[in-house]
């Protein structure tokens, strides 16, 4: 049974029925598809009680709250990540109240299974056979494993120096690949070449974004359910989300809203954006209080942290949006910051991640010493995806060539 009411265009307010199945709105406008649900009918089924009688621990436990039915969908095991009580790293950040939602053990070792679950079982639902991503390689990576799955062709395309960990998971997927240089500045040329092989070849898109898929984008907000239930939404003051194109961000706050829809929770916590300092548009937009039309993509985004260097925030609007809502901010971290904390997550905590996957955690770092965060609030940290994606950033390290050592990694401005 779909408790989805409608779906509206973000930017122009088009309004489409759910049994329309539409991606991308008529008017070409590069609003996303917000889906809408019927809270109504969800509300007396979605409770604390009814939630611990379930017996299902990936995202379909939460099916009310998703754009598609589990009957569609490949199950890898996406979802129901640990959350750890950072104690080690926490004393170490002189912070009590630590904790970790460790997304890196998802089927494909990112939180994007969360999105790209929903995003192929709506594929599968329509009948499609070929699916088109553009990705810094997480996404492709997972979307490729569902699309195996389900028997149909990925083709993702990425960016030339996608790390080997993530190449390796779309060659053996069985994914096709295609490279994508920047040539233009501002340009996202992995966006363009998915829409080019959209138009040409018909494939059905699927990028972890909402403009181009409003479906995926519900994946990401069952990381608020599962924080619900392991206890930590209420009375939170701040979650802090690596963010690339927003999406993440976008299905937090997505997520966060439905639960106050539903009379679950009262209060917010501050949704925090962390970028790279070579990539953020999106936290200088939030710092200087613009909106989302204001915002002004990195000419040549550049960092250690792949998975964040969209040129332009897609999910901007509602990623600023729920921001300000919820009273939470913005704040860049350096390549440098980065590397530590991947180091630092794996000393204190045994916890393997990416750059990308730690940002987070040096966006903590950074709000604590510039007073802004401070040392009694209760904070959780997304870690996003696995350290064994990239591999050789990790021997990088310990041969002295960035964290800590001589090597300046390219752009850490202040
Ligand atoms: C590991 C990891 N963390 C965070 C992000 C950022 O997510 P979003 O693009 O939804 O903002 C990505 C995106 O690729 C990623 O791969
Ligand atoms: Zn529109």
Redesign the pocket.
């Known amino acids: 049974m779909s408790f989805v009411e409608r779906l509206v265009?973000?930017?122009?307010?088009?309004r489409y029925e759910p049994d329309e199945n539409p991606v991308m709105?008529?008017?070409?406008?590069?609003?996303r598809?917000d889906v809408v649900y019927d809270y109504d009918g969800i509300s007396n089924r979605f409770d604390r009680k009814s939630l611990e009688a379930r017996r299902s621990r990936d995202i379909w436990r939460y099916e009310e709250l998703l754009p598609v039915s589990s009957r569609f969908a490949v199950r890898l095991g996406e979802g129901g990540t640990p959350l750890v009580r950072a104690r080690r790293l926490g004393e170490k950040i002189g912070m009590k109240n630590l904790y970790l939602k460790d997304d890196t053990r998802n089927p494909t070792a990112s939180f994007k299974d969360r999105a790209m679950a929903v995003g192929s079982a709506k594929a599968i639902e329509l009948k499609k056979t070929d699916v088109a991503t553009a990705s810094s390689g997480n996404a492709a990576a997972s979307l490729a494993a569902y699309s195996a799955g389900a028997g149909m062709s990925c083709h993702a395309f990425v960016p030339p120096d996608a790390s080997a960990g993530k190449i390796a998971q779309l060659l053996l997927y069985g994914a096709s690949i295609t490279k994508c240089a920047q040539v233009k500045k501002g340009e996202d040329a992995t966006v363009k070449a998915m829409l080019d092989a959209v138009d040409r070849y018909g494939y059905y898109p699927c990028p972890s974004f909402g403009p181009f898929n409003p479906y995926q984008v519900e994946g990401p907000k069952t990381i608020v359910y599962e924080l619900y239930e392991q206890r930590v939404s209420e009375g939170f003051d701040a979650i802090l989300v690596p963010t690339g194109s927003g999406c993440l961000l976008t299905g937090i706050w997505k997520g966060l809203r439905d639960l106050r829809e539903l009379d679950l929770i009262r209060d917010y916590p501050g949704i925090v954006a962390v970028q790279p300092t070579g990539n953020q548009a999106l936290v200088g937009a939030i710092r200087k209080g613009a909106s989302f039309d204001r915002i002004v993509p990195e000419p040549y985004p550049d960092s250690i942290a792949g998975g964040l260097l969209d040129p332009y925030p897609w999910d901007g609007d509602a990623a600023i949006t729920g921001v300000r809502e919820t009273h939470g901010g913005g704040v860049s971290v350096s390549d440098r910051d980065i590397l530590r904390s991947v180091r630092e997550l794996a000393a204190y905590e045994g916890m393997f991640a990416e750059p990308s996957g730690a940002a987070g955690l040096a966006g903590l770092e950074k709000m604590l010493f510039q007073g802004i965060i401070g040392k009694d609030d209760r904070v959780v940290v997304l870690v996003t995806g696995s350290g064994l994606k990239e591999p050789d950033r990790i021997i990088e390290m310990f041969e002295g060539k960035s964290v800590g050592g001589a090597k300046k990694p390219s752009r850490d401005r202040p």
């Open positions: 265009c973000s930017k122009c307010g088009t709105c008529r008017r070409r406008d590069l609003g598809l």
